[in-house]
């Protein structure tokens, strides 16, 4: 599938954009990201081992059979940068309307890494964490990555994508943008959910890094077709949302670096995963799993910068395994009066482990369970972009998948309280 597409002013038509051409154009990004991965994690593995940075065994949650070292997620955070200044240097062919890939995007994954690299040697306060996730929030909004979700969530609901008003004061008029505050409040939401989602499932070998390959296989297919359906009416949509001096000196949409990211992290999680399978010799640890969990936000949020809030809710379906799992933490916790963040071995994958009873058993049927999310996300994305189906049926759907899963995880969490009441009647 080919579309023209033409420049913002819509003066001249920049090229043919077609899904294989843009496959080949950004290849470097993968190659390059892979290889980096691939040759770099040892290094890092023998980093982590001369400094004491090792996760040990216990009985309770970590099932691993001896200590393990981190900072694998280094090893991922360098071939991600290495993949990202390649898109920067060797992608040929691009249409002019696309924007790199904004530096402040780079600058969050930095505070999320260093962040991540914190907890991992010095067990910094959970504060601490939120705040280095918020730093990343913020260097996000900045460049209004994701701000665009709030204008069109307005526009679905009530018509004004954009809502502003202003407060008197004697001496001047103070504006305010309610859209931009809204979606950096989406942004915020985000970036701590993608994060610690992806932070909870990290608990088998290769668990996190075969699941974020597979969702970002389907970001990468919703990102190319959207790429190869942009008309002159979608930039000139997007170039309402930001600066004039951006679109003249970088271009008007992200497009390119949606498939840049996708591309990157792909092949960084493919270049980690042969040294993080069952058996693991290295961990991602949270240096690593917040990252990855950084970069699928980012490209989700990526995906509504025309408001698309409907493609932005497929992306959250793609990255189904992790919002699975923290809904059915959440609700499972709250129904046993538990806090929010008290651990337990009651996770998705460890009940898979029990189910199958091993840990590739189980690492394999989560990785089943988000080829199907990926499936749906994907579905849905490309027909409402072919106008197959209405915006509607995607809200519905991803509406009914997550309401589906709070009730199980509301069930379990009955189900968990009614044993352990009867147990302690047993022990009384």
Request: charged share 10%; with cysteine.
């Amino acid at each position: 599938m080919s579309v023209a597409v033409a420049d913002v002013s819509g003066d001249a038509i920049v090229g043919d954009v077609s899904i294989w051409s843009l496959l080949v154009s950004y290849l470097p990004v993968f190659v390059f990201s892979f290889l980096a991965v691939l040759v770099l994690t040892p290094l890092f593995r023998q980093l982590a081992l001369a400094t004491g940075v090792v996760d040990n065994p216990d009985d309770a949650r970590k099932i691993h059979k001896k200590a393990t070292p981190y900072l694998g997620g280094l090893g991922v955070f360098i071939g991600l940068l290495i993949g990202i200044a390649i898109s920067y240097a060797l992608v040929v062919e691009e249409p002019s309307a696309y924007r790199p890939l904004p530096l402040s995007i780079v600058g969050g994954m930095l505070a999320i890494t260093f962040t991540g690299l914190a907890d991992d040697v010095w067990g910094w306060d959970p504060r601490l964490k939120i705040a280095g996730q918020l730093v990343a929030a913020a260097l996000l909004a900045v460049n209004d990555i994701g701000t665009q979700v709030a204008a069109g969530l307005f526009g679905y609901l009530f018509g004004m994508p954009i809502v502003e008003f202003t407060i008197p004061f004697p001496l001047m008029d103070i504006p305010v943008d309610v859209t931009y505050w809204m979606g950096t409040g989406i942004i915020a939401m985000f970036v701590l959910g993608g994060c610690n989602a992806s932070n909870l499932i990290d608990g088998l070998d290769g668990l996190l890094s075969g699941t974020v390959a597979i969702i970002a296989v389907g970001l990468l297919s919703l990102s190319l077709m959207m790429a190869s359906v942009l008309t002159e009416s979608d930039l000139n949509v997007i170039s309402r949302y930001i600066p004039e001096d951006i679109i003249i000196s970088e271009g008007a949409t992200l497009s390119g670096a949606r498939i840049t990211l996708c591309m990157a992290l792909l092949g960084a999680v493919l270049g980690f995963l042969p040294h993080n399978f069952n058996p693991a010799t290295i961990f991602l640890g949270d240096c690593g799993s917040l990252l990855l969990g950084y970069c699928c936000v980012v490209i989700i949020l990526m995906l509504g910068e025309q408001g698309q809030t409907h493609l932005v809710l497929a992306g959250l379906l793609i990255f189904g395994v992790p919002i699975i799992d923290t809904i059915l933490a959440i609700c499972r916790r709250k129904v046993q009066g538990l806090s929010m963040s008290a651990p337990d071995a009651r996770h998705l994958h460890h009940i898979l482990k029990s189910w199958f009873g091993g840990v590739k058993r189980a690492v394999l049927a989560v990785y089943g369970i988000e080829v199907i999310m990926a499936g749906i996300g994907v579905t849905l994305g490309i027909m409402s972009l072919l106008g197959h189906i209405r915006m509607l049926v995607v809200y519905i759907v991803f509406i009914a998948i997550y309401s589906l899963v709070a009730l199980v995880g509301v069930r379990m969490g009955l189900s968990r309280r009614k044993r352990m009441a009867a147990h302690l009647e047993e022990a009384s």
